[in-house]
């Protein structure tokens, strides 16, 4: 039997459903292209249609209005958001769909035109999915930051204490909620493989960031509590991490056995809007751990995010691009420390930081302030790294500034990330002496040096 699966660059042949009961069915190609979910469709030309708005397929939704065809000014059509795609694998719904291009032969005949959905629901049954109740996201790293274990382990031994039995169990536990917003909670799940082929018999655990609501969301809000997981740990733990996987659920697509157990109610989901798993080595040296923060910790760092998303998002930005260039390292952190430096002049609430039109008076100022909330000892010296910071942010900024050397610039956005993951830190309330000690086992503690 074929399975459901949107495999990279292997392109599935089907029949396209939309939302218009009466129109014929098209068959279609879709296809995972490693960038995008492309949906391609067949057209024909308006010399084989008779009209512009002929009802045979789905040309209307790639044709501009006003195109006069045999004397009849088209009418543009709209491709609906939500698309239905099926085949012997089953159905695919496709969510938040746009045109994109669309190619004739020239002469007239036979075109095709793409579009693009930002998400495809495996499995899914209705063309409702614009809005969701639930979403499941697996995060790489989030079981051993949260440290918190559903199985235990085993051991017997004989009186000479050689092993006998052994073995492990795995216990339900119940979802830990984390906030009321859409129900934030992680969840445990665990799984068992049995090969006798192979000789194998291995347990798999996994932690869950799950929402979860009776009326449906857009799928960005339940996004932005996942995203805001997410990029706690990148800060946390300063490394790129990525999603292992995604799912939904509406409550309209459910499907139950007789005894009442819903059976499928997650539906796996393929998309590309999200950061993807890199399936690397994840280190679990953290700045920031679970048993740190708690739930409300969690609670207070989502409010931070949505706070100071300027800040937030410049000092992700790092870990989720590749190879950037020491320019943009150097502009992200300076913008990230110089958000941060307006909010604690605000705070302050007085002119002495701010200019008449509401703005830090200078970026020195900032960085004077964000100083005064950290201890001394993270930096080996302040007063070098403000005025290297100063050098290299306007160095970078202003044509007719010089720009330090390579060394110092690596060097300077390697301390601009330990000041703003720092402050975080404590703004979290880590304890100072705990931020010190962590500090130094950090990924970023050890500075550059030129090679000899």
Known sequence: MTENHLVVN????GWLKDENSNALHSAVMLEDTSESIKL????????????ANSAYGYESWFTPS???VNGVPSKEGKCPKNLMFFDPGGTVVLVDCQTTRTSYRIGGGAGQGQIIANYAVLGGRTLKYGRINGMRTEIEGLLGWFGQSMGTVTRETD?????VKSGFEFNHTDPMPISSSLNLSFVGDWSLRSNLHEGIVSGTESCYVETSVKRGRSWQEHLEAHEAIR???????????GFKSLAVYREDDLAALPNGVIMGKWKEVVTHRIARSVKGNISHTALL?????????????IKLRQMMPKMIGA????????????ETLILN?????ENLGFYLAKKKGTSQYLNKWGQLKTFRIGLELVRGTLPDAVLPDWDLWIDEAIDCYMGTKHSGRQVPDDLVRMNTWRQNVIVLRSWIARYLDLPEQTLLERLRLDALSRPYQAME
Do not use: K
């Open 10 to 13: 292997e392109p599935r042949i």
């Open 40 to 51: 391609t469709v067949p057209l024909l030309s308006f010399d084989l249609l008779g009209t």
């Open 66 to 68: 006003g195109i006069v």
């Open 159 to 163: 009186d000479q204490g050689r092993l």
């Open 231 to 241: 990029d706690l740990l990148v800060v946390a733990m300063w490394q790129q991490v």
């Open 289 to 301: 751990r679970y048993a740190d923060l708690g739930p409300g910790g969690i609670r207070r760092w």
């Open 315 to 326: 000092l992700v930005a790092i870990q989720d691009s590749n190879q950037l260039y020491l």
């Open 333 to 337: 952190t300076s913008i990230a420390l």
